[in-house]
Each structure stands twice: as structure tokens, then as C-alpha cells.
């Protein structure tokens, strides 16, 4: 699987760039919104990113599950991979919705049902890799945040549920299928775009962090082995 | 089945009866509390109708501090002499092990919050002793889902570097549904025409939830 990302992941570092400037071009082309004016270009990276810290979280929970499952290093791996990506993905998220929501809430927070799941989803991330760091045994840290990460995958709905029952002023989702398209068709494509843009950063930042993992599991173990022959 | 239980059962029974004769959890969970409550006091120097207000989240947020002193302690004495590997070898299954050590750990934070909750109703001078046995009931429901939780995360963090920081960190954003309900049907409780109803389901939920999960992921932690 590393050798397959260390033969790809070029390739997939150029079509992320080459999606990514042709998204931005659209979002800098499309026209303002009556109403939000230009802040809503915002939301082309809102979205997508809000996205992939969702989708980063699932990838986690399956590769976690995978793990305990065959207790194959490589989903291990993905495992780790994916809690850096999920994490940074959940910072974009909240660092640009908190960007858009001054000018548009006149604030630049508000404790709404999706903002604090997204905030408690930022915590576990951060959990998750405090853990990992915290045990010395790798395969007890593997198990450990596995276990963790399931328990989170539980939790998340339980929590975003549970704040949406408490209280709620998040506008409706934009994608939410024709019927209730609340969003116009000159916004779409570049929305689009993004959000293609997106799925491939988030693969090649996946790629190029397993790589970086393995690289430094292999040196631990050659450190591990060298250490044990100088003493023996 | 029975002898399963009675496993169970002598697990928690040594923990609290340990914990009894030592005074050791106990008094330390107890002291910490008054001393949370304490600092609410300082902190925010409520008057008779704040302090009704406030009594649900502070409550909680006593309760949910304290017992992660319990938490932190609550696989203390499997550590020493390789104690946790004996339980391991036992012939019971590692859901009863967790049965046990969670009941244990339940018993101890239920009887910290029965001493805290008459004394919170008379340092802040709230009076709510009518409804008292529906307090004791919605602390009852979210002690069981918080200890669950919180006993399997203990597991998980037991052999970890800093592990009450971390036990800390883990525990409370993911107790936030129990956190909100358990306030929620407290302050319902206690205001006039409040609906309890919705928030005891949720609270139900979330005990349902990890009282099925937990045991099944302290197998998967604890196997070697």
C-alpha cells in the first residue's frame, strides 16, 4: 500500500492543484451573493472542508475498524494518516466558518448545533493523537485509538443530535437534493469543483502523511534493533 | 449465567470495600466536591433565585469533575504485582470483567452524589427537598452512562503518560450529550411546566448505548 502511495502520489499532488486552481478561478469568477456579497466566496472553502473532516472521520472509523478486526499494520497506518487530515480539515472548518459568521452574525461564534459538534469533533481529533502519543506500546496505541475512534464515531451523532435538540440557528444544508435546492445554479459549479478539489487534497495529504508514518515506524524499529545490538 | 454475575459482583464488592477501608477514594472524591462547590460560590456569589437556576449545571459539572477523580483511580489497584493480568487469566469473560469494575466504580460515585446533593441544597440555599427523588432518579440515569464511559476510557488511558490529564481530555467533550440532557431535565424538573420527558430519553439513550458498547470495547483493549 506505502509503495503504491510513494508511486501515485505525484500524480495526485498534480490534479489537486490543477482542480483546486481551476475551483478557486470559478469561485473568484462567480458572482457575489445579493445578499452575503463577496464573503460568500467563503463558503466554497467552508463547504468542501467541512465535508472532509466528515469524511475523514468515516475513512477513520473504517480503517479503525478494519484494524481490530485483521490487525493489519497498513490499516494502522490509515488510521494515524487520517487523524492528522481529519484534524486540519476540522480547523479549516471552524477557522473559516468563523471568518464568514462575523460579517454575517456579527459574531464570530455561536454555540449552534453544527459549530459544537465541529468543535468536539477538533477535541477528539486532538484526543485521538494525544493518546497515541501518550502510550509507549505501539500496538496498545493502536488498539487504544482504534477503540477511541469508534467510540467517537458513536458519540458524534449522539452529540450533534443532542445540540440540535438544545438549540439551533445554523442556516438549512445547501445540498440537501432538488427539491430543496436553496442554492442558484451560477454557485453550483464552482461548488463543485471545490468540493472534487477537496476529496483529492484530502487523498494526497492521506498519501503523503501514511508515507511520512511508516517512514518513521521503520526508523523506530531500525532504532530499536540497533540499540538492542550495541548492548548485546 | 449466575456465577458470571457473582464474578462480577466480587470484583466490585473488593473494589468498594477497599476503597471503604482505605478511605481512599471516597473521601478524596467527597472533599474535592465540597471544594468545587466551594469555588461556585466564590466565583459566582448567587443570590436564592440565581442559585436555583444554576443548581442543574452546577450539579453536574461537580458531579463530572469528581468522578473523574474516582476514574483516575478506578484500575489503581490492578497495576501493582501484575493484579490486571491475574484478573485477565481468570476464566471470565472480559465483559464481566468491565461489569465488575464499572458497578464498582458506580457504587462510588453514586454514594459521593448522594452526600453532595442534600449538602448543594443547603450551602446554596435552594429549596427543592419536594422533588428530591426525581433529582436522585436523573442523577442516577446519567451516572450510569458517565461511569460507563468513563471506566472504559480509565482502561484505555490506564498505562498512558499523564493519563488523568488525558482521561480529562477524552472524557468531557464526549459526555457533552450527557452533560446537556442531564442539565436540561434537572432545570425542566425544576421549573414550572418544564417537559423532563424528552431529555430522560436522550439521557436513556446515551446509557443504553455505552452500557451495550463498552463492555465489547474493554474486550478489544484489554486482549493481548
Do not use: C
Not at chain 1, 478561478?25 to 452575503?36: G, R
Not at chain 2, 459539572?61 to 493480568?85: C, H, K, N, P, Y
Not at chain 2, 424528552?198 to 455505552?210: A, E, S
Amino acid at each position: 500500500m506505502i509503495k503504491w502511495f510513494s508511486k501515485w502520489h505525484g500524480v495526485v499532488f498534480v490534479a489537486t492543484l490543477l482542480t483546486l486552481l481551476t475551483g478557486l478561478w470559478l469561485v473568484l469568477s462567480a458572482p457575489a451573493d445579493y445578499q452575503q456579497g463577496d464573503a460568500v466566496r467563503i463558503l466554497y472553502i467552508h463547504v468542501p472542508a467541512a465535508k472532509m473532516s466528515l469524511l475523514s472521520y468515516l475513512f477513520l472509523t473504517v480503517a479503525s475498524g478494519m484494524y481490530l478486526w485483521r490487525r493489519q499494520e497498513p490499516w494502522d497506518i490509515l488510521a494515524e494518516a487520517s487523524v492528522s487530515v481529519g484534524a486540519a480539515f476540522t480547523a479549516l472548518t471552524l477557522a473559516s466558518g468563523s471568518i464568514w459568521g462575523k460579517p454575517m452574525w456579527g459574531a464570530w461564534w455561536a454555540w449552534d448545533a453544527r459549530l459544537t459538534s465541529m468543535l468536539v469533533l477538533l477535541i477528539l481529533f486532538m484526543g485521538l493523537m494525544a493518546l497515541r502519543n501518550a502510550l509507549e506500546d505501539p500496538h496498545k496505541a493502536a488498539r487504544a485509538t482504534a477503540v477511541l475512534a469508534i467510540i467517537g464515531a458513536v458519540d458524534l451523532p449522539i452529540i450533534h443530535y443532542s445540540v440540535v435538540w438544545w438549540r439551533t440557528l445554523h442556516q438549512p444544508p445547501s445540498f440537501a437534493g432538488p427539491a430543496k435546492q436553496t442554492i442558484t445554479g451560477d454557485l453550483l459549479p464552482p461548488l463543485l469543483v471545490m468540493s472534487v478539489a477537496f476529496i483529492l487534497l484530502g487523498a494526497w495529504l492521506l498519501m503523503v502523511k501514511s508515507r511520512e508514518v511508516a517512514a518513521r515506524r521503520a526508523w523506530e524499529t531500525l532504532e530499536t534493533e540497533r540499540l538492542e545490538q550495541s548492548h548485546g | 449465567m449466575s456465577k458470571l454475575l457473582r464474578a462480577a459482583y466480587r470484583i466490585a464488592w473488593k473494589d468498594v470495600v477497599g476503597d471503604w477501608r482505605r478511605r481512599a477514594t471516597l473521601s478524596s472524591m467527597l472533599f474535592f466536591a465540597i471544594a468545587v462547590l466551594v469555588v461556585f460560590q466564590v466565583a459566582f456569589d448567587p443570590d436564592r433565585l440565581e442559585a436555583t437556576r444554576l443548581l442543574p449545571g452546577l450539579l453536574w459539572v461537580t458531579i463530572l469533575f469528581t468522578s473523574l477523580m474516582g476514574l483516575g483511580r478506578v484500575f489503581q489497584a490492578e497495576e501493582e504485582d501484575g493484579a490486571l493480568e491475574g484478573l485477565l487469566l481468570s476464566a471470565v469473560p472480559r465483559g464481566v470483567l468491565f461489569l465488575g469494575k464499572w458497578s464498582g466504580n458506580l457504587l462510588l460515585t453514586l454514594l459521593v452524589e448522594l452526600a453532595l446533593l442534600p449538602l448543594t441544597l443547603v450551602l446554596f440555599n435552594v429549596d427543592v427537598w419536594g422533588q428530591l427523588p426525581a433529582i436522585v432518579g436523573i442523577l442516577l440515569l446519567g451516572t450510569l452512562g458517565l461511569t460507563g464511559l468513563g471506566v472504559l476510557l480509565a482502561a484505555m488511558t490506564q498505562t498512558a503518560r499523564s493519563r488523568e490529564t488525558l482521561l480529562a481530555l477524552l472524557l468531557l467533550p464526549l459526555t457533552a450529550p450527557l452533560l446537556i440532557a442531564g442539565v436540561q431535565a434537572l432545570a425542566a424538573l425544576l421549573q414550572p411546566g418544564g417537559e423532563v420527558e424528552p431529555w430522560l430519553r436522550l439521557l436513556v439513550i446515551f446509557d443504553l448505548v455505552y452500557l451495550a458498547l463498552a463492555p465489547w470495547a474493554f474486550g478489544w483493549l484489554v486482549t493481548e
